[in-house]
DNA sequence: ACGAGGTAGTTAAACCGTTAACCATCTCGG
DNA sequence: CCGAGATGGTTAACGGTTTAACTACCTCGT
């Protein structure tokens, strides 16, 4: 029976929700306007830059449904960054890993899209409330998770 | 010539992304499954029940595109919560004002909205961690407006 | 060893948002 | 007072995401 928020939650909870919304707009118009990625094209090269893997442990990894990881991966086979294979111990399964191209544009947008992240986040804030702004979302994203 | 971040900083960061990415998502994915609107929709209705509104103020508030507005505004107007009147004095605006359908709407939407906000957010941190959240939020957000 | 049910992945259609072009109206300097 | 440019708003085409249905393959109990 106690509906609403109290004038500072309201207060944190607009900041949070407007911080969020265009802090990702602005990330993914960065690397679309500078290299040509999706945010979620781009978080789908960082996980195959460490290895090959499976289009579903990509899924859980990014968390996104199976099928938008299939046409993600669909553009990045034709923009020559990604390259698919037939699993050889499990014929349903398919590898994807990072082509030559992907690894080096993956390189270079990697790179600058730091700087971005920098600008926006990194440097407005000092240090402790980095770390608390990471405890912060750690503790949400695990509450959104179940 | 640092270009990465470091470890600790690269932890707040993913923290951050992928919180305020799946933040969003449930959100939006809760106004969709229990009332029909999109979080965008969602948050028009907001601004509108304060009372009529150009277009273009609409468009200002929430930081989208004339052009989403417009189409925003369309389906609300083709669900009947949001009417559309030609503005007197200028006569290239247009107000959009709720419908008492509208107000209705809303009026449940929200309470709910806020009950699953307290789910994601308020409940899972401390009152001071939530005001220090907001409050790097907010820098955030200002960042990202120039 | 076989069939039921689960898992891996793709496809097609509908939906929402972006982009760019567009018309109508207003404003203001010359 | 008039025409150039700015502003308000819409439209159409396109791109990315969701949803649901579908195929193929694997697993496990019986």
Do not use: F, N
Request: overall charge negative.
């Amino acid at each position: 029976m106690t509906p609403w928020l109290d004038p500072a939650q309201q207060r944190s909870w607009r900041a949070l929700v407007e911080g969020a919304g265009q802090l990702l707009a602005r990330v993914d118009r960065h690397l679309r306007d500078a290299h040509g990625l999706t945010l979620a094209e781009y978080e789908i090269l960082v996980r195959l830059s460490e290895g090959h893997l499976h289009m579903s442990e990509l899924a859980d990894q990014v968390s996104h449904s199976r099928a938008r990881v299939t046409q993600t991966v669909d553009r990045l086979v034709r923009a020559d960054l990604v390259r698919r294979s037939p699993c050889p111990e499990d014929r349903r399964g398919v590898h994807a890993a990072l082509t030559d191209r992907g690894r080096a544009v993956l390189d270079t947008a990697a790179r600058d899209h730091v700087l971005e992240v920098r600008r926006l986040v990194i440097d407005v804030l000092d240090p402790d409330e980095l770390t608390a702004l990471g405890s912060a979302m750690a503790k949400i994203r695990d509450a959104t998770q179940d």
